[in-house]
Nanobody, 117 residues
Framework: QVQLVESGGGLVQAGGSLRLSCRAS????????MGWYRQAPGKQRELVAS??????DYGDSVKGRFTISRDNAKGTLFLQMNNLKPEDTAVYYC????????????WGQGTQVTVSS
């Protein structure tokens, strides 16, 4: 069973930075796509950023502030978050997808990010 373990969340003031990490229990090269999602209270889970072998995508609200990256050798996915805003407050989840038949989707347990104004 694939395990994704997030870390790096916490409390930060507006304008500050955090770096989230997601450690995968299996080789990251076996995942076709990895990403970060977030869910704020009372809201639906939304895409923050995703990364494939040759492309990165970002949600409109984080473009220019967040950067997704991966280190396959270390088996870790990262999310660098700069210029944080109170509306970035949410639980952040790591996600990994294998485009098998059927598709396999995996989630981490989530890490809380709280941005104070």
């Amino acid at each position: 069973q694939v395990q994704l373990v997030e870390s790096g969340g916490g409390l930060v003031q507006a304008g500050g930075s955090l770096r989230l990490s997601c450690r995968a229990s299996e080789m990251m090269s076996t995942f076709n796509e990895m990403g970060w999602y977030r869910q704020a209270p009372g809201k639906q889970r939304e895409l923050v950023a995703s990364i494939t072998s040759g492309r990165t995508d970002y949600g409109d609200s984080v473009k220019g502030r967040f950067t997704i990256s991966r280190d396959n050798a270390k088996g870790t996915l990262f999310l660098q978050m700069n210029n944080l805003k109170p509306e970035d407050t949410a639980v952040y989840y790591c996600n990994a997808v294998r485009l098998w038949v059927p598709q396999r989707t995996y989630w981490g347990q989530g890490t809380q990010v709280t941005v104070s104004s």
